[in-house]
């Protein structure tokens, strides 16, 4: 079964409105992380924002948010006032945390493009 | 360093040949991660190392694929005897470890191409 789940193939959003970028995860560990991470057409990767199982609150880092639905396993990206700049690939991704405590491995979704229109 | 530095940036290569692709992860960081990226793809997990910890190879798709890490520093992903599907971005990653969020730091990855 995929960890993470991303099934949008393609989203299109105007200029200054605000876009939900969706993603389920399937885990039965009780702690975890999910990441959501850009990447532009440049290819890098970029970070955007984290949210711990644990956390009782959701993540925002500026023009983003993370709705995360603990019950329905889904964490999805909310960007507010899209900027042209914003037209990149978006990956979700979650690690699931080992009984020890250690990290395990971080598994991406496959992905959803945004594109923003002027 | 100040980020993740992978080398060489881009790498074309002939089928059948060996490649080695490095990665530098930042100082201090004692997880590294590989990753590959075929073009429009998502990013397919090849392997972790976490410390001193057994590595996690489970994603190495197969026997030609391998990575060594030296302590805490530099990795070194070797691809034998390429085929043309293993063209593709291969894209280290690392952080620091231990508790907390561990956010990923990715290199500009390391562009393979097989002819």
């Known amino acids: 079964a995929q960890k993470i789940t991303q099934t949008q193939p393609g989203m299109f959003v105007q200029e200054k409105e605000a876009v939900t970028l969706d993603c389920t995860y399937d885990?039965?560990?009780?702690?975890?992380?999910l990441f959501w991470y850009k990447q532009p057409s440049s290819g890098e990767m970029i970070f955007l924002i984290y949210q711990g199982s644990y956390d009782q609150q959701n993540a925002t880092e500026g023009r983003y948010s993370l709705n995360f639905q603990k019950a329905r396993k889904s964490a999805n990206l909310v960007i507010s006032a899209s900027q042209l700049g914003d037209s990149a690939m978006y990956f979700c991704?979650?690690?699931?945390?080992?009984?020890?405590?250690?990290?395990?491995?971080?598994?991406f979704g496959k992905g959803i493009t945004l594109s923003v229109r002027p | 360093g100040a980020g993740v530095s992978q080398s060489p940036s881009n790498k074309v290569t002939e089928k059948g040949k060996d490649v080695e692709l490095r990665c530098d992860p930042i100082s201090g960081h004692t997880a590294l991660y590989w990753y590959r990226q075929r073009l429009g793809q998502g990013l397919e997990f090849l392997i972790y190392f976490q410390g001193n910890s057994a590595p996690d190879k489970s994603g190495l798709p197969s026997d030609r694929f391998s990575a060594e890490r030296t302590g805490e520093s530099v990795s070194t992903l070797t691809i034998q005897r390429t085929q043309q599907e293993d063209s593709a971005v291969y894209l280290c990653a690392s952080h620091e470890g231990g508790a907390g969020a561990n956010v990923l730091t990715f290199g500009a990855g390391s562009r393979l191409t097989v002819l």
């Open positions: 991704a979650m690690r699931e945390d080992t009984s020890t405590g250690a990290n395990s491995k971080l598994t």
């Open positions: 885990t039965s560990d009780p702690s975890y992380g």
